[in-house]
């Protein structure tokens, strides 16, 4: 089975799940290549999101392609989904029982997937992945999860909101290609991370790397 074949069993089997929450809102599944060296992981679509299908397509999504652009790629050519796939009503926060009944299937995404590299925007999405991290002090940190790697990033809509937040996030985002020129050298076992392997290694192993 292709990667778009197994996405595409992943999202009807998404779709008819009826045990799933915000089941009145309509699906967000995710787009881009497949073959992504980076997904970028949202929170839950906004109003726009939900009116069109698609990922991070209102101004926060439009501040995304711009650094994207900046970077010198294409939003085509990345994967951008959310923790949560719907809608939560006047665009609320998710809810920990939202995020923990959609979470097999982002885990699932992400296996099928299999990016070199997974960018969380935003507290909510950095904490899936990350749970100990705070997004003010981990943003930009590079971190290593089994064998993925881990670049929590602020969400756009938080820059738009703060000039501070806006500089950061453009500042960590065109380190990127530099990030995954690293991370590939690491993963191919031709460099090793500069950080200091921790004492004594969590289960998870959560080590920030450089
Ligand atoms: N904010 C998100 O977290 N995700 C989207 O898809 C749009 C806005």
Request: charge should be positive; glycine fraction near 6%; hydrophobic fraction near 40%.
């Amino acid at each position: 089975m292709t990667k778009t074949e197994a996405l595409h069993d992943l999202a009807q089997k998404l779709a008819a799940d009826s045990a799933l929450p915000l089941r009145s809102a309509n699906l967000v599944f995710g787009e881009g290549d497949p073959d992504a060296t980076v997904v970028f992981v949202g929170e839950a679509p906004g109003q726009k999101e939900d009116e069109l299908g698609r990922p991070f397509v209102g101004r926060a999504g439009q501040l995304l392609d711009r650094l994207i652009v900046q970077v010198g790629w294409r939003r085509e050519a990345v994967y951008i989904t959310n923790i949560v796939k719907r809608r939560p009503p006047e665009n609320r926060d998710p809810l920990p029982e939202e995020i923990s009944a959609y979470q097999p299937y982002l885990t699932r995404q992400l296996a099928i997937l299999a990016p070199l590299l997974v960018a969380p925007l935003g507290r909510f999405a950095m904490n899936f992945f990350l749970p100990e991290a705070k997004i003010s002090r981990d943003h930009g940190q590079v971190f290593r999860i089994g064998g993925q790697f881990v670049v929590p990033l602020y969400h756009p809509a938080a820059a738009l909101r703060a000039t501070q937040v806006l500089e950061d996030l453009t500042k960590d985002f065109l380190r990127l290609p530099k990030i995954i020129e690293k991370c590939r050298a690491i993963a191919a076992g031709t460099a090793t991370p500069s950080a200091a392997p921790p004492a004594s290694p969590s289960p998870r192993s959560q080590r920030k790397l450089f």
